[in-house]
């Protein structure tokens, strides 16, 4: 999705971006390339093999900082940055994390059962299936992950953790295997090309990251900071992020308003401060060189 994120965001020579999820700088590194000398691109991310990639770069017109992208405010806040020209949230987990087993956000890999995009904080997702109740358990799944198996999962889960103790689902394998049990013995037919751990290990690492909730902060911040004409462009991957960011630009385009009971117009509480400009979608030539783009949507929209 690089160049539909290019074109969604209109890069001027002269403006000033953010990357908020700059990862190993693919986006970004396209970003600097369409800006001139007066450009500046300011690239966050809260793993910190991602920042060790970012701090590694050399050019005046780009600055990477350690952080949640919720944290927007404080960033641009620090850097003497009022608004911006443009702002790209690449959503979900990265390549490298995915590819990097000891990381644990992957099914297809053994590894310690993790997940966090910073380690450095919060409990992996090994220490919170220790600690969740059942039902806790099962609620993460089926918001999370939309896992119609979730209550016997769960009811797998605390049974593992209550025979084996603070050894029980260590590796991502084990917690995979478990999954797999209980998902094939209730499937009465398969779901072509899909894991049966794919659900699971989607909720628990949306729950450990806390993604949801960062994603309705961001949402406010971002329009908040963008100049008047500026683009916000969003790629989710899963429907629960792409139905936040949808219904976000639907509500601040003010599609939602009220309407007058004698003409019919819509009546503004306050002034609707985006416009919806493209809902795009991979093409059979992207997924062809990327099957992981199989299910973004490319969300792009203008602040008035």
């Known amino acids: 999705m690089l160049q539909a994120c290019l074109e969604g965001l209109e890069i001027r020579p ?38 060790a990639v970012g701090m590694g770069w050399s050019d005046a017109r780009f600055r990477m900082v350690r952080a949640r992208f919720s944290e927007l ?32 956000f992957s099914f297809r890999q053994d590894g310690p059962l993790d997940m966090r995009m910073d380690p450095a904080h919060g409990m992996s997702a090994s220490e919170w299936l220790q600690h969740a109740s059942e039902q806790d358990i099962a609620e993460a799944l089926k918001g999370y992950g939309e896992e119609r198996f979730a209550v016997p999962i769960a009811k797998a889960i605390t049974a593992r953790c209550r025979d084996v103790g603070a050894n029980a689902l260590r590796t991502t394998g084990e917690l995979a ?40 902060l961001v949402l406010d911040r971002v329009v908040a900071r963008l100049a008047p004409g500026g683009r916000m462009a969003v790629i989710s991957f899963h429907s629960l992020e792409d139905r936040m960011v949808k219904q976000f630009i639907v509500r601040e385009s003010g599609r939602l308003a009220r309407r007058d009971p004698i003409t019919g117009a819509p009546v503004h509480d306050a002034p609707p401060r985006l416009e919806a400009i493209a809902r795009v979608l991979p093409d059979d030539d992207e997924i062809r060189h990327n099957p992981r783009a199989r299910s973004a949507v490319l969300r792009v929209a203008r602040r008035l």
Do not use: C, W
């Not at 700088?25 to 793993?47: K, M, T």
């Open 14 to 51: 002269d403006g000033v971006y953010v990357d908020g999820t700059f990862g190993r700088g693919g986006h970004s590194a396209r970003i600097l390339a369409a800006l001139g000398p007066q450009g500046r691109l300011i690239a966050i991310d809260r793993d910190p093999q991602a920042v």
């Open 177 to 216: 295997a478990l999954v797999a049990g209980v998902v094939r013995s209730r499937q009465k037919r398969p779901e072509m090309g899909k894991d049966p751990a794919t659900r699971t290990f989607q909720a628990l690492r949306i729950l450990v990251n806390q993604e949801l909730e960062e994603l309705a």
């Open 73 to 104: 405010d404080d960033v641009l806040d620090a850097l003497g940055i009022g608004q911006v020209d443009g702002v790209l949230l690449d959503l979900g987990v990265s390549s490298p994390q995915l590819d990097d087993a000891a990381r644990g």
